[in-house]
Nanobody, 120 residues
Framework: VQLQASGGGLVQAGGSLRLSCAAS????????MAWYRQTPGKQRELLAV???????NYADSVAGRFTIHRGNAKNTVYLQMNSLIPEDTAVYYC???????????????WGQGTQVTVSS
């Protein structure tokens, strides 16, 4: 499984950005897709998850400001980020849990990360 994330950049506090993630998963079944972020010296933080059936969950730090949703294209997910604050500055990673067709073992797969910087 290969994940390609895009959409990061520099934005002023109060602004918005939309991150995109496209998964190439021939021969795999994708379960949930998610967005994480990480800042230097800290653990990677789970922000938002969307299950295969569409159920979503959010970290308290972003609930009400960020929205995760799937795109029309298969295996595409977006993270709409509104009301951004400087504390949202981080490298953002797309993640998916997937298993090979005919197999039961689920693995984690990660995109390359995209930098989001929010200026005050």
């Amino acid at each position: 499984v290969q994940l390609q994330a895009s959409g990061g950049g520099l934005v002023q506090a109060g602004g918005s950005l939309r991150l995109s993630c496209a998964a190439s998963a021939t021969g795999f079944i994708i379960d949930a897709m998610a967005w994480y972020r990480q800042t230097p010296g800290k653990q990677r933080e789970l922000l938002a998850v969307i299950a295969d059936g569409g159920t979503t969950n959010y970290a308290d730090s972003v609930a009400g400001r960020f929205t995760i949703h799937r795109g029309n294209a298969k295996n595409t997910v977006y993270l709409q980020m509104n009301s951004l604050i400087p504390e949202d500055t981080a490298v953002y990673y797309c993640n998916t849990k997937a298993r090979r067709l005919g197999r039961s073992y689920i693995n984690d797969y990660w995109g390359q990360g995209t930098q989001v910087t929010v200026s005050s």
